[in-house]
DNA sequence: GAGCACTGC
């Protein structure tokens, strides 16, 4: 490895590091930055008064990198050189090297949060921008302040983004590392075309026939597109003349891919937490993930992917690709509390990812289906960074539980900060489920909230049930729902019967939702002994299976250690006695919930979700939840989550019990979200009443502040006219206008 | 009566 771009600079990585406590490195591809920087730290002594911490955004990577880091050092895994990720640590009190993903890392903060043990962290691939690497951003930026004299920060970013981290770091210095990529040739189309699945399909076909030997790859949205351009290709491929070019092998490429369509002969050694039929391998210096055997002799593969091909994973031989330009990107609107999964237009960072992966084995070429004038003027530089996109309860939750010195919410200092609606909505739904008082302080309850690894309402539910005798069976419905995506195998048009006919074996909740029904298929499960054949005859994914009992089994764990007693968390092995059993479960799930309960409308089964401003919303079809003899639904529920596809549905519902809810609506009342954020600019009370967050700024931006009287007067005036946002206790004088608006919204 | 990119504690 002595050779790799990255050694070279050895010496210049070496002083900067020595002068300065933050460092800015830019790696690109190829240039063995993760592997070699912490091994250039370690041989210059870095490693002497504490550790070398490098995290990583993926589990896969943190693995495969500290496995070829501990053969370069000639030591055994978990001896100098380790890793550590949920489920798994494999580090020693030898240990000086380590590798973690970035969301353990900020476990161990929360439990340690001068992280004393490190000497360096190095956050690897921080411009990829996941939420966790944006946290630790933030906490390295004060860490510093703290540990200057004995800590050492490096963050690995592109290069489109490097002198932004820098600036937020008080302009500390920024190294460009070379990559050792090939030369790879962009190539713009002059149009953007109606369809760019018609287009892939003939820029395909085009490099097919003319281009010299060398894999396609092809960036789309999904897995609609994904099979679709599969279909196409194959029809072209065989009418083409016999003999006139090369065999061609098509092959969709995507998350939920069964794994029986990739098997390899190597996949029985790679660890049980990876997907079957991706396997890990290491070269050169760099990880990457090998997907497919090799390819036949004088046969051309097209690899038809969605983003999983961008950085999660490298396929071997591609010497083509095409970028359509777009990726489904999931986003969260904190006003109304839906989530959506929109296709938008990719970054100038991912467009130059996605070129990067034509010239690994030799030079390239991307062939961009967009005109390079959209490209400069329209595609931002980076991605709009996660923490942007997500809710954000947990996130604050967790930086309440740190008990920073001068921590304001609102204030703390992220590259990228959130939308304060972003904020204020996280701090109501930890007000709602009892995390932080109303003056924004969290609570004890909150503490021991935080320590869970789990989203807010979960933890909480995880808490009631534990004071309500039910902890075992919450215990399971949590777990079940970490793996929710990865239970049931993906849809597909030929299997849907059959999966159908298999799924109504399964046990239905008794009608009461969704939860009850996740709790009682895991209860199946344990009572076969775990048997891997029985979720194979109910088309449950293994993989999915196997990772609840883990999740189970560490969050029984932590549990125990918050409660400091010895708890039942046994899964139940008795024959079920009805519905009655479940109703702690579902009072449990109630009060976690608080921020994610929803309201029936009086004539029809539309509901509303309360604490939102928030359009209706139905269940969605595929849950178990029963309605009544007179075809309604229950008056109350409590939803996982809302998403919006065709329309907005709430997703795992639940029926709860008015008297419940009662607590929950008084406290929905209640709720002043000025409080809630410390209050220090609140304005009076009667424009906090009467407006939304939004006209508030607007009415509080107003100079001087005698003008803003009349304002707050019409900001009133509309509060009192508004019929389809009503107070939550007055709610049901309003119901009629609500429910000729959902009339009219109806086809 | 619908359909969903990718991660992670």
Request: some cysteine; hydrophobic content about 40%.
């Amino acid at each position: 490895m002595g050779d790799l771009p990255i050694v070279r600079f050895e010496e210049k990585i070496v002083e900067t590091v020595k002068e300065n406590p933050v460092v800015v490195v830019i790696g690109e591809t190829g240039s063995g930055k993760s592997t070699q920087l912490p091994q250039i730290l370690y041989r210059r002594g870095y490693a002497k008064s504490g550790i070398i911490a490098v995290t990583q955004p993926r589990r896969v990577a943190a693995v495969s990198v500290s496995r070829r880091v501990a053969q370069e050092q000639n030591v055994r895994i978990g001896e100098e050189v380790g890793y550590a990720i949920r489920f798994e640590d494999r580090t020693s009190e030898k240990t000086r090297i380590k590798y973690l993903t970035d969301g353990v890392l900020l476990r161990e903060s929360l439990f340690n949060p001068e992280l004393n043990q490190y000497s360096v962290i190095i956050l690897d691939e921080a411009h990829e921008r996941s939420l966790n690497t944006d946290i630790l951003l933030g906490l390295m930026k004060r860490l510093i302040k703290w540990r200057h004299s004995n800590l050492k920060v490096l963050i690995t970013s592109a290069t489109l983004d490097g002198g932004k981290v820098s600036r937020f770091f008080s302009d500390c210095p920024v190294l460009t590392v070379p990559g050792e990529l090939f030369p790879v040739e962009i190539v713009h189309i002059s149009e953007l075309p109606k369809s760019y699945v018609e287009a892939s399909l003939k820029k395909a076909i085009d490099i097919h026939v003319r281009e010299p030997e060398g894999d396609i790859l092809i960036f789309l949205t999904g897995q609609d597109d994904i099979e679709k351009l599969v279909l196409k290709l194959e029809e072209r491929v065989q009418s083409l003349e016999e003999g006139s070019c090369m065999d061609a092998l098509i092959l969709p490429l995507h998350g939920s891919l069964p794994p029986e369509m990739q098997a390899s002969e190597l996949a029985c050694h790679s660890p049980c937490w990876l997907p079957e039929w991706i396997v890990a391998v290491v070269c050169a210096g760099m990880f990457h993930v090998r997907v497919f055997s090799p390819p036949p002799p004088n046969c051309r593969r097209f690899i038809v992917s969605t983003n999983i091909a961008e950085t999660s994973l490298t396929v071997d031989g591609v010497v083509y690709v095409i970028d359509s330009g777009y990726v489904k990107q999931r986003q969260y609107n904190p006003s109304t509390g839906m989530y959506s999964l929109e296709v938008v237009q990719i970054s100038k960072v991912q467009a130059k990812q996605r070129a990067g992966r034509a010239g690994r084995t030799r030079p390239g070429k991307c062939y961009r289906l967009y005109p390079s004038t959209v490209y400069h003027d329209d595609f931002l530089d980076a991605t709009i960074p996660e923490i942007q996109r997500s809710s954000l309860a947990g996130t604050v939750l967790y930086l309440k539980s740190l008990d920073l010195a001068d921590m304001d919410i609102l204030k703390f200092d992220f590259l990228d900060s959130p939308s304060v609606e972003s904020l204020e909505d996280a701090l109501k739904q930890l007000y709602l489920v009892d995390a932080i008082d109303e003056n924004g302080s969290i609570t004890s309850l909150g503490r021991k909230m935080a320590e869970l690894p789990l989203e807010p309402s979960l933890s909480r539910t995880l808490l009631e049930a534990n004071e309500l005798d039910c902890l075992s069976q919450a215990l399971t419905v949590v777990s079940m729902l970490s793996a929710e995506t990865t239970l049931l195998p993906a849809p597909s048009k030929s299997s849907e019967k059959k999966r159908r006919h298999t799924l109504s074996n399964l046990p239905d909740g008794f009608g009461l939702g969704d939860h009850i029904q996740l709790l009682q298929i895991y209860e199946q499960w344990y009572q076969t002994d775990y048997n891997i054949d029985w979720c194979k005859e109910n088309n449950l994914q293994v993989r999915g299976m196997v990772f609840v009992r883990d999740v189970r089994k560490q969050l029984s764990q932590i549990m125990q250690k918050i409660t400091k007693g010895s708890l039942d968390v046994q899964t139940s092995n008795r024959r079920r006695g009805g519905q009655q059993e479940f109703k702690s479960l579902r009072k449990a799930l109630c009060i976690g919930y608080a921020n994610q309960l929803a309201e029936r409308m009086i004539r029809h089964n539309g509901h509303r979700p309360l604490g939102f401003k928030s359009e209706l919303v139905q269940v969605h079809p595929s849950s178990v939840l029963k309605s009544d003899e007179d075809g309604m639904l229950p008056n109350y529920v409590v939803y996982h989550e809302l998403i919006v596809t065709s329309r907005p549905f709430m997703r795992n519902v639940c029926a709860v019990e008015m008297r419940w809810v009662a607590p929950i609506l008084a406290k929905l009342d209640k709720l002043n979200v000025f409080k809630l954020s410390g209050g220090s600019s609140q304005p009076d009370n009667q424009i906090q009443e009467v407006t939304s967050t939004v006209e508030k700024k607007e009415i509080a931006a107003v100079q001087p502040p005698e003008d803003r009287a009349s304002m707050i007067q019409a900001a009133r005036e509309r509060f009192l006219a508004r019929k389809e946002w009503p107070h939550p206790l007055n709610m049901w004088h309003s119901l009629v206008g609500l429910e000729l608006d959902w009339d009219a919204k109806s086809p």
